[in-house]
């Protein structure tokens, strides 16, 4: 029995998406587009989850036979590269000040996360493997030079904004799980914090836990909102990216050889 997890061999490889034409070129005149199929794909995973959103289902959502689906897109992956791209798509740059890195930073964390939460199937993809969308890479050149001047090399210019995407995906992935908690328990926020309050009586007066009896007694941050904490978290990222930019720059040494 051949191993599922061997590497496929090179002949195997489809191309990546972005190489194919965008209409198949044999058979029938095509009624369809690649990019119709790709915002249909949107609409359900969208409405229903990605799950949902299979070769199967998509094909009777646009009017055509499942194996006609695939001369338009040949795998899943496939239509998953052009779903997320296509979010890319929706990203409008605003115009901030030249040379302001911090303020034009603020505004693609901001519009990361409202294109996050429109697309709630998106959080936990894009962590993967990049695809190289038109719309991506457009994406990425506009956010690099928002950094250009800053003596940064490119490693460098990666980490940070590598960090403040990680930042957005996670605080998206909370308010996401939140939202999915309410719907499957019926509880609001308010309802679940009155459910918690003997529990959480018992253990603050248990004494065992002072770390957690000042969050409970002092913190106004769990009653703040989503918004109120994205902000304020947003704002200490960038702060520790401001350090960075103004430490000096040193490159990492070579690890030691062990012996």
């Known amino acids: 029995m051949a191993n599922s997890a061997e590497p496929a061999r090179d002949s195997e490889i489809p191309p990546v998406v972005w190489m194919l034409p965008d209409r198949p070129g044999r058979g029938p005149r095509p009624s369809h587009s690649r990019e119709q199929i790709t915002a249909a794909a949107i609409r359900i995973a969208d409405a ?45 740059f605003p115009d901030v000040p030249a040379g302001d890195w911090r303020a034009g930073l603020r505004a693609v964390a901001r519009m990361q996360r409202d294109r996050l939460l429109r697309h709630p199937w998106l959080a936990s993809l894009e962590s993967g493997r990049p695809a190289f969308g038109p719309n991506s890479l457009r994406n990425l050149e506009q956010g690099f030079s928002m950094l250009d001047g800053l003596g940064l090399d490119i490693d460098q210019t990666l980490v940070l904004v590598t960090a403040l995407l990680a930042f957005v995906r996670g605080a998206v992935i909370a308010e996401l799980a939140e939202q999915e908690a309410q719907r499957r328990t019926g509880l609001s926020t308010l309802q679940w914090q009155a459910r918690m309050a003997p529990y959480v009586a018992t253990l603050m007066e248990s ?53």
């Not at 836990?209 to 902000?231: Q, V």
């Open 48 to 92: 229903e989850g990605m799950d949902a959103a299979t070769m199967r289902r998509l094909a009777a959502e646009i009017g055509c036979g499942t194996m006609t689906l695939y001369r338009y897109v040949p795998t899943k992956d496939h239509l998953l590269d052009l779903m997320i791209d296509a979010t890319e798509g929706e990203v409008v």
């Open 207 to 259: 004494g065992r836990y002072p770390a957690f009896n000042r969050i409970i007694t002092d913190a106004k941050l769990p009653h703040s909102g989503a918004d109120e904490g994205f902000a304020r978290g947003l704002e200490l990222v960038l702060d520790g990216l401001a350090a960075s930019i103004a430490a000096p720059h040193r490159p990492a040494a070579p690890p030691r050889d062990r012996l």
